[in-house]
């Protein structure tokens, strides 16, 4: 069996396979020269210097060792053709299966680039991003999405001022809606950020000591750093034959177009179960979690990928949890106080529980996610009343 590509979803499909019995040959391919490692931690704790790359650590030497995994670091796949891997350097590599995890890479912002532009994707940007976040350096961050959310904050702890230029009218708008977003500009404003929103890039030049940001409304932002997030884009361009929209097309088991060969992670485009439809997500546990699945069907253990996504971040001391997957909603119901940043909100379609979103409610989020999972008509005047349990409604 092949892997290509040693991020989340394929260190944990490696590990997968060797824990439930797989004793045949397994090689995973990857273009960084690191061992595979968690990306979560890159723009929080390993950014603000908090935790070493040894802590990231997915598949270390010993282990791939002791498990007979063959890592080929520094080796980019060129080209993917039915159940053959193209190396560059020509050489080829035929798998009795193959799992492509090629995770996604940053979105390019046009006419943004220079020495002071940096995206975070790697260690390697992490390292570069680190060395410029030092007391008192004026920090611009394009996308208040979660990678620029969490930015912002790191770079906050680390003493730099912080500007966030968001185009639509409040953080992590798509994923919260409108009146949520709005909270989570509030908490970055309290916070210490200077926070700017329904703001596009228009222009970007490089001074002598510093650069310029310039925006759709004529304001200037002078700064030493730019950092942009405004998305990311599935790493699909070596796939050759495949069934490609915005990811990989992948059934509930993972399998691909392709007879013999998976997907998981950022890559792929899953037919999800539970939603009825194709979705593509980028989160540590779903990568982990499909992963896992994926390894369970290369072995002959039919298992659907079908758990509610649930995802989490860490900004501005509070810890953000969102579990399910809603683009459209008829019914907002919120528990708790938006206002102290101490709430979690539901969101409900058709009277169904799709989605939960919270700050501080750790404990809410996972009961929202086992009711998601049973596709759960709750009473909305409970999930509102602070004074209910809400595991009894399980």
Known sequence: MIIVGAGQSGAVTARTLRRLGYDGGLIVVGDETAPPYQRPPLSKEYLAGEAGLDELALLGAEWCAANDVELRLGTRAAAVKGREVELDGSAVLTADALVITTGARPRALPGVAGERVRYLRTVADADRLRADLVPGARVVVVGAGFIGSEVAST???????????????????????????????????????????????????????????????????????????????????????FDVDDGVLVDPYGLTSVEGVYAA???????????????????????????????????????????????????????????????????????????????????????????????????????????????????????????VDLTDLL
């Open 155 to 241: 770079a906050l702890g680390r003493g730099a001022s912080v500007t966030v230029l968001e185009g639509l009218g409040s953080p992590l708008q798509r994923i919260v809606g409108a009146r949520l977003g709005q909270v989570c500009g509030a908490l970055q404003r309290d916070s210490g950020v200077d926070l700017r929103t329904g703001v596009s890039v228009t222009g970007y030049a490089e001074t002598a000591d510093g650069a310029r940001v310039t925006t759709g409304d004529g304001q200037v932002f002078e700064c030493d750093v730019v950092v942009v997030g405004v998305g990311v884009r599935p790493n699909t361009e070596l796939l050759a034959g």
């Open 265 to 387: 992670g950022d890559v792929a485009r899953h037919h999800h179960p539970l939603y009825g439809r194709k979705v593509r997500v980028e989160h540590f546990d779903h990568a982990s979690a499909h992963g896992t699945a994926v390894a369970k069907n290369l072995l002959g253990r039919a298992t659907p990928y079908s758990a509610p996504h649930w995802f989490w971040s860490d900004q501005f001391d509070r810890n953000l949890q969102y579990t399910g997957h809603c683009e459209e909603w008829d019914q907002l119901v919120v528990r708790g106080s938006p206002d102290t940043y101490d709430f979690v909100a539901f969101y409900l379609r058709g009277g169904r529980l799709e989605a939960a979103f919270g700050m501080e409610r750790g404990g809410e989020i996972a009961v929202a996610r086992q009711l998601i999972a049973a596709a759960a008509v709750p009473d909305p005047r409970v999930l509102a009343d602070e004074d």
